[in-house]
């Protein structure tokens, strides 16, 4: 199965700033079948892209995914105070599905 | 509007089963896949297997095959995961989801059930 990694681990940063967060996968991931989510404490994981660089329904556009292959990622332009949480990526192309370890964004 | 929704926290003793249910609704049940995801206290998520509600097949992830079963009952549009022969770190939090289209990415979620596992 393909193993996803996400880095860093935990990134720290002021609201306004730019997040960048990397997802790297084990081998090619098919048709960049490549997905984020936000996951806040308590609550269930929402999805912000599909298909790499697809905004899912309602999704704000200073959210952005790139990448394709084995290297991927997503982007938050500006950092708002609900942005600060858990992200995983996602790979969907080979069965089975596997996620990522998380990138929790905390504020600095 | 397409909604999840699960069955309650369970508590459980090593080697007992559990049997969690999402009850789907907003949209035609048989249509879409529905997939069941967990994660464990600070850990990140892991696919257990899929469901096709239409047919009732189903496939596991490997790490639970004999441990795991997903079934539905198409009269109430409602999805089964049962997790027998519990171990402490069965304990995680389970959720249900469904697909978006014709792939496994998932914009609609269940609330989550936790299950907890303990002597």
């Known amino acids: 199965e393909i193993v996803l990694t996400q880095s860093p681990g935990t990134l720290s940063l002021s609201p306004g700033e730019r997040a960048t967060l990397s997802c790297r996968a084990s081998?090619?991931?098919?048709?960049?079948?490549l997905a984020w989510y936000q996951q806040r404490p308590g609550q269930a994981p929402r999805l912000l892209i599909y298909g790499a660089s697809s905004r899912a329904t309602g999704i704000p556009d200073r959210f952005s995914g790139s990448g394709s292959g084995t290297d991927f990622t997503l982007t938050i332009s500006r950092l708002e105070p609900e942005d600060f949480a858990l992200y995983h990526c996602q790979q969907y192309g080979n069965p089975p599905p596997t996620f990522g370890q998380g990138t929790k964004v905390e504020i600095k | 509007q397409v909604q999840l929704v699960q069955s309650g926290a369970e508590v459980k003793k090593p080697g007992a089963s559990v049997k969690v249910s999402c009850k789907a609704s907003?949209?035609?049940?048989?249509?879409?896949?529905i997939h069941w995801v967990r994660q464990a206290p600070g850990q990140g998520l892991e696919w257990m297997g899929i469901?096709?509600?239409?047919?009732?097949?189903?496939t596991d992830a490997q790490k639970f095959q004999g441990r795991v079963t997903f079934t539905r009952d198409t009269s109430t549009s409602t999805v089964y995961m049962e997790l027998r022969s519990l171990r402490s770190e069965d304990t995680a939090v389970y959720y249900c989801?469904?697909?978006?289209?014709?792939?496994?990415?998932?914009?609609?979620w269940g609330q989550g059930t936790l299950v907890t596992v303990s002597s």
């Open positions: 081998q090619t991931i098919s048709s960049s079948y």
């Open positions: 907003g949209y035609t049940f048989t249509r879409y896949y």
């Open positions: 989801a469904r697909e978006g289209g014709s792939s496994s990415w998932y914009p609609y």
């Open positions: 469901i096709n509600p239409s047919g009732g097949s189903t």
